[in-house]
């Protein structure tokens, strides 16, 4: 990959956090993806699938600050999201899901309007990755790779893997 492609990249995974697009990741930006979620499948912000969601987006952010926040002022930067996450990601993308599974076991409950037990429909995980800013071409086609046994469902550790590949970046073919 040249530096061009691995900038063109770190960009977008960097935007996806950054839902609010000022040029930082932070609490607000967790939050703001949670409301969303919630308000999408109609699911109240107080019943437990709600606040399981929140609880997720805290944590989310929690472990996202603990491996990124160099400077410590509650911020994510793209610098230190190039230099801290992405870097920690590809050391241990492993880690990095850990991270994230209590806020992907929650998404997917709140996305699991068909009672699947904890699995969401593939057209539920498409709505859920519009919501939090996919592109509807991009959404539908995530969701069809995530669906890996092809039975219509989506588990929290398809997601959980999946997320990791996805922001274990490779740096750069040296030039």
């Not at 929140?54 to 002022?73: H, K, L, P, R």
């Not at 920690?88 to 899901?97: G, I, K, N, V, Y």
Request: aromatic share 8%; hydrophobic share 45%.
């Amino acid at each position: 990959m040249d530096s061009a492609e691995y900038e063109r990249k770190i960009a977008h995974r960097f935007a996806a956090f950054d839902q609010d697009g000022n040029g930082y990741i932070d609490r607000a930006d967790f939050n703001a993806a949670a409301a969303r979620l919630l308000t999408e499948f109609g699911t109240t912000a107080r019943c437990d699938k709600g606040q399981a969601l929140y609880t997720g987006a805290e944590a989310f952010w929690q472990g996202m600050a603990g491996i990124a926040d160099v400077d410590g002022d509650q911020r994510v930067t793209r610098e230190e999201f190039v230099g801290g996450a992405v870097k920690r990601l590809r050391d241990s993308p492993e880690r990095f899901a850990e991270i994230a599974r209590p806020f992907l076991r929650a998404a997917i409950a709140v996305a699991d309007s068909e009672n699947q037990g904890g699995r969401a429909s593939v057209a539920s995980v498409e709505r859920a990755l519009r919501v939090l800013g996919a592109g509807a071409g991009i959404a539908g086609i995530a969701a069809q790779s995530l669906d890996t046994d092809r039975d219509g469902l989506i588990a929290e550790s398809d997601v959980v893997s999946a997320l990791a590949v996805y922001f274990t970046v490779i740096e750069p073919d040296a030039q």
